[in-house]
């Protein structure tokens, strides 16, 4: 059984930092480039950022670019997402997700096979 557990939300003031993990189990995890979504309220589910297999190559939406970091640990099955700079627009529920394949890539809707339950994220201004 799959099982992708995020862990670190909270609130934090804007400015500030958070760093997510995404534990991993039940997957051969280096078979999988790992994804990071996030939804806010009455809003649509939208991509944050992903890492390739090996950790050699991220993607990242121009809206979290140079604020957020993607790093994943293949040894330990885990994936981290450190948050700097927070803003109020952060604020929703971030999903890790497990992409089938060694890359990310945003044309295949049915790449994500697996997705956590989320982890909410609250910046207040």
């Known amino acids: 059984q799959v099982q992708l557990v995020e862990s670190g939300g909270g609130l934090v003031q804007a400015g500030g930092s958070l760093r997510l993990s995404c534990a991993a189990s039940?997957?051969?995890?280096?078979?999988?480039?790992m994804v990071w979504f996030r939804q806010a309220p009455e809003k649509e589910r939208e991509f944050v950022a992903a890492?390739?297999?090996?950790?050699?190559?991220?993607y990242y939406a121009d809206s979290v670019k140079g604020r957020f970091t993607i790093t994943r640990d293949n040894a330990k099955n885990m994936m981290s997402l450190q948050m700097n700079s927070l803003k109020p627009e952060d604020t929703a529920v971030y999903y890790c997700?497990?992409?089938?394949?060694?890359?990310?890539?945003?044309?295949?809707?049915?790449?994500?096979?697996?997705w956590g339950i989320g982890t909410l994220v609250t910046v207040s201004s």
């Open positions: 039940g997957l051969t995890f280096s078979n999988y480039a």
């Open positions: 890492i390739s297999w090996s950790g050699s190559r991220t």
């Open positions: 997700s497990a992409f089938l394949g060694a890359v990310w890539d945003s044309r295949d809707p049915n790449g994500v096979k697996y």
